[in-house]
């Protein structure tokens, strides 16, 4: 079959978990069977010019079936975001390289930012009680899927901005004196470029899952760059099929785009 | 079932529908969805003769109707482009226009060299690239300029030659036709016309080139002013482009005076458009027992 | 409550949302919906020393995020207006730009002096109208033309005089430049650009007059762009318009550099469009704790 | 009251016709009171950049409603068209002169092509019985609004280019020996020239009702010219101010605008 392909998904289940952010489970057909976590979809927004990215939350083969966690950012995702239960998604997916889990047996830290939570959930699960979720959020409502993570056994820690839930401050605040032998991370550029140093200085390995703006989504135009260290020197790469998850040692991190804000807090 | 066969500067094309440079890459992406036989031609991400790294993030933006982008050429030279890419290009059956771009006339020349001993089948000058601070634009938007380059190409160039004509003019018909005089066997238009957005909560541009071209539905009216203008001025065929993004646009460019059209934006909403563009022109031409798609050409009935 | 006003060649609009030439009459249709007073001011549409007819219908057609028109200058000539439109208009309480439009210089001359002796409080001089086949558009495309028309018109016109530019042009700076040396006080701009639709069932252009001036969302990057690029080359104010649809476009435009905004095609689909943008950038500015709207002007950080 | 205002109206009830044409009843409150029957409504098309003329069938102000017929002719029509009980239009209106019925005890002729036929049922109704309806329409299946003109007392005949209903031809064919003081139209510029001439001939009034592509619709743009002669010559009137409805004889006809097909025949 295709390595990826358009489809349009009737939403099987729609729900609200804050103020902004909606969970949409879709039928997928077989292309759930060949998405991963960390993966993504281009979603058709009616009467715009480009799809949207939307990370796959979690692939159910099984079920034949896909999950989306949706935040409300701009016109786009407030018209994806207005579908309902009966409607459609129009996806074009599975798209780019997913989270690579890896030996489930090793001591992995997942490091989210607001809406970059949901790509963990999958990477997450094979690796159960291995695993320790440091996520980050605006305040205490805005809080998403730590119930998810909990059901597949992993630990989770919080932090936010305003104190209103688990810890005051930045998630990398959170990890104390905890080991790890692996990092996987989504979120604000800022806050994955503190990871990757982090990971550094522990000599870890780290997959950190990088966001740009995109119009093919498969690799074609190169709309979608992002500095990147290869064997040849510095070059441009391709958000949407060299990553989105990329080892964090390719990635180029001072190169002057660090000029957006954390999203969490937009 | 009609004849869907277009000729443009001596090449077949199965069909009018290609697609454009610089939104189709080399091809291999968009193999993926359908055999690229399903197209005419497909023409490449524009090439120089040197690598090329290309323009800072953030390049896209979206626009009502439309999206700038700023990607700026980013390609990996030449040499590359006909050692690794091309070849794997031509066994996809359809026909392969190399796009190219330079600083100076000698570097297009030199690159329009190489491709002459390969097996392109035809050579898209892009002197309208408004994302490159040297050369690109003001190349094409002068009739001394176009007249410079074209006919400094056409010597170096044995293959057919299309210049590909930037929309950031006053009197388009006067830059076809001095691309015409200076030796082109072929027009391609529009390219991008120049735009820029801002975002209001940072008060940065969206593109860190803070300019980028827009293209898609948005420009779909000037580019058929465009082609019918051109149409008007020069002998030589014209391929149209901007804004398509069904058979009906299709139809009405070719109306216009296009010979075949490229296809860019729309396939970001849609990798398919072109197939069912294609497929949709048939069927036009069926119901209006029409035999050749070619017949459509220049046939607008202007007031 | 934030400030509103600004100051656009001395003169004073009380909000710097005002209606674009062409869209809104001499202002008594629109004023069933709303006081005019809620406008910051209201540009007439473009009048000739004498009565014009106007091109045959149909005049319109929808485009993609636009629309495109060939109304071509339908006035009653400016005696009519200052007789019969002025005095009205000037009691509503908002600022009267006359918009005017000739196919000599020596005819935009005379319209100026004409109203140099009457209550208008600025002068649009159109030099860059797509949809008259004498004059219009040439004068605007070329600095020559603009320098000329624009220091005749200078030294016939008592008013602070506003030189409205076309976007059909490959560097909108030059031009812009070449108003400013001649004499204007302010520029206003993008007209429209051109564009053209077919009917593909009957083969025929949609508009009589084949051509016609696209406007709307989908020139609003065109537009963003040129302000931006015009404002870097000069020190007189601008006065921006191109597709501004909501508060947050009005925002863009003027950081890019505009003193106030121009809307016209979003008054088709929502007739209340610019009280809603007025309302939209006072909370705007109150949300940012912004004390005067003029603080926006040009306060794009460019890369 | 304003003369005219926008408005939210939510459809009432929803009607298919024929296959392409549907019959809305909207909830207008006091634009209802305001309007007449020829004048005309300018309805917002989501995504669109502009309104869609639809004449007001017939105004019901005690009902607080109003009427619209609206056949699918191209993008904008078709979302109207698929928009369902619930569901509202975003209307501008009432725009333009209306027809006169003047004297109802006249004998009236109303003649109608295709969809120009609706606007004409809120006209006739006063007539009754003195009313005859001509009216045309591609075929069989096309004919719309019968039994409303019949309800209202007034004769029907009808003309189909088939034949497929009423008898074969022209609708001006339909006339006869018929006598009558006044005439009504509604219908595609070849029809209403023709009606025109018929009413020059026997000596008697005639008012019809124009189409032209229309930007502003309350008269300020100029879009929608009309070639009209008056006192001083020969002028470009507006079919959305100064009109739809013209005394036949202030229209000019042939002025090379005679270049669409007859309207139910597209
Ligand atoms: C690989 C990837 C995975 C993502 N996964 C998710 C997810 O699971 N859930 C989620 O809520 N969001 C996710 N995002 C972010 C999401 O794509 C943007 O929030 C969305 O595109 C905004 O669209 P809009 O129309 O609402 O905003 P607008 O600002 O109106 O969008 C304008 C344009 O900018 C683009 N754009 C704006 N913000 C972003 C952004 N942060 N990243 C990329 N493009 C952007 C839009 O796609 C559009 O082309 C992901 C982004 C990427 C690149
Ligand atoms: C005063 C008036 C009253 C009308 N009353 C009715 C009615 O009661 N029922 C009905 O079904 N139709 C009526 N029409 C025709 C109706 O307005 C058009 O069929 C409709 O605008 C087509 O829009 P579209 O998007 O489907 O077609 P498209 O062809 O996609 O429209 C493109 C553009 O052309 C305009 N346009 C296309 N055809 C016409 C036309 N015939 N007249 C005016 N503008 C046109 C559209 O408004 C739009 O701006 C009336 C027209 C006028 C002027
Ligand atoms: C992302 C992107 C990259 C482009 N790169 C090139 C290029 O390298 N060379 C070129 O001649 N045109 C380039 N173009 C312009 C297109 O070939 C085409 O002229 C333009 O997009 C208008 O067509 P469309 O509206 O169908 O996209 C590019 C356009 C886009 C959107
Ligand atoms: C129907 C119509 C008529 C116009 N007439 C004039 C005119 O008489 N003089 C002029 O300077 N501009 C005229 N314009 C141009 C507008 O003033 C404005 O520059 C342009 O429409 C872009 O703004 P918008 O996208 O907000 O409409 C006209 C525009 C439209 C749509
Ligand atoms: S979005 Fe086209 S290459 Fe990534
Ligand atoms: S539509 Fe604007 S004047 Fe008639």
Redesign the pocket.
Known sequence: MKQYDTRRCAIRRKRRLTGDVFDFTVDAGDLAGISRAGQ?AQIY?PGKT?R????I?EADPENRALR???????????VLAGLEEGDSFDLLAPL?TGFEPGDTSRRALFVGGG?GV??LLGAAKPFGGNAVLAAGFRSGDAVILKEDFEAAGCEVRIATDDGSFGRRGLVTELLGATEFDVIFACGPRPMLRAVSRLADERGVPCQV?L????ACGVGACLGCAVRLRGAAGEFYGR?CRDG?VFDSRSVVWENGTERRAA?WQT | MANLKVRVAGVEFRNPVIAASGTFGFGREFSEFYPLSALGGVSCKGITLRERPGNPPPR???TPGGMLNSVGLQNPGVDHFIEEDLPWLKRQGTAVIANIAGSTPEDYCRVAEKLSDTAVDMVELNISCPNVKQGGMQFGTTCAGVETVTAAVRRHCSKPLMVKLSPNVSDIGEIAAAAESAGADALSLINTLTGMRIDIRTRRPVLRNNTGGLSGPAVFPVAVRMVWQAYRRVKIPIVGMGGVSGWRDAAELMLAGAAAVQIGTVLFSDPYAPVKIADGLNQYLDENKIKNVSELTGKVQAW
């Open positions: 993504f927004v480009l949207r990215p939307i990370s939350c989306f966690v949706i935040q409300v950012r701009g016109e786009g995702t407030a780019g809406i949901p790509p899952s966001e740009e703006r995109m958000v989105p999203s | 896209i933006a979206e």
